[in-house]
Every structure is written in structure tokens, then in C-alpha cells.
């Protein structure tokens, strides 16, 4: 089961917190220039390393399954091949008002002059 999932750091997103550090140690190191690196690009499945990606305050750790494709974090669904792409299309239009619906009226009462 060795190499199930890659592991990429952001050099450009991270800031060396070190948070990914504690919280999956042995599978992250932070280098010279304060920035994490993985420690292997390549790992079996270790939930810590998830962990690690949802707490990192930058999101500059992506872990993506290799058989698959499929990118685990951040959560961006099914591979790009397997998404039905739509181009977006005119905002829905506003539920047509009933001819029968009472007149909007105000919930504050309206002040009374003596």
C-alpha cells in the first residue's frame, strides 16, 4: 500500500507555522527558508496527514489519491475528467407574487400623535 496518496506543499501559500509539523510529525519538516516540506511525496494513507491539511491556517497542503486522481484535500470533488463542466447561465428569476397575497405590512406599529 505504499504510495496511495501524494503530498504537496504551497512554498508560495505557506508561512512556516509549523502546524502541519505537530500535528503529522515525521511526515513534515520545515526547511530553510521556513517553509514545510513533506517529508516523502509519496505515503500510504495516514489520516494525520489530513488532519494536517485541514488545520494548515494557509491550506497550502494538498493530498491527492494516486490511483484515483481524486484530490482529498482541499475537497474539490471528482477528478476535472469526471465533472460536467456548465457554463453558468441567467440568475433564476423571483417566484411570481400571488394576486391574492396580502400587502406587505411593516411588524412596527405605526406612532399615534395625540
Do not use: N, Q
Not at 496511495?4 to 508561512?15: K, L, N
Not at 500535528?23 to 517553509?35: K, L, Q, S, V
Not at 477528478?79 to 417566484?95: N, Q, V
Amino acid at each position: 500500500m505504499r504510495g496511495d496518496w501524494r503530498i504537496e506543499v504551497d512554498g508560495r501559500r505557506c508561512i512556516g507555522s509549523g502546524v502541519c509539523t505537530s500535528t503529522a510529525p515525521g511526515r513534515f519538516t520545515i526547511d530553510d527558508t521556513r517553509r514545510s516540506r513533506p517529508t516523502a511525496g509519496e505515503i500510504a494513507p495516514d489520516e494525520r496527514v489530513l488532519d494536517a491539511a485541514f488545520t494548515c491556517p494557509m491550506e497550502a497542503i494538498s493530498v491527492v489519491e494516486r490511483s484515483s486522481g481524486l484530490t482529498l484535500f482541499p475537497d474539490a470533488g471528482p477528478p476535472a475528467a469526471d465533472r460536467e463542466e456548465k457554463p453558468p447561465g441567467p440568475p433564476e428569476p423571483a417566484p411570481p407574487r400571488r394576486p391574492d397575497a396580502a400587502p406587505h405590512r411593516s411588524p412596527v406599529p405605526p406612532l399615534i400623535e395625540e
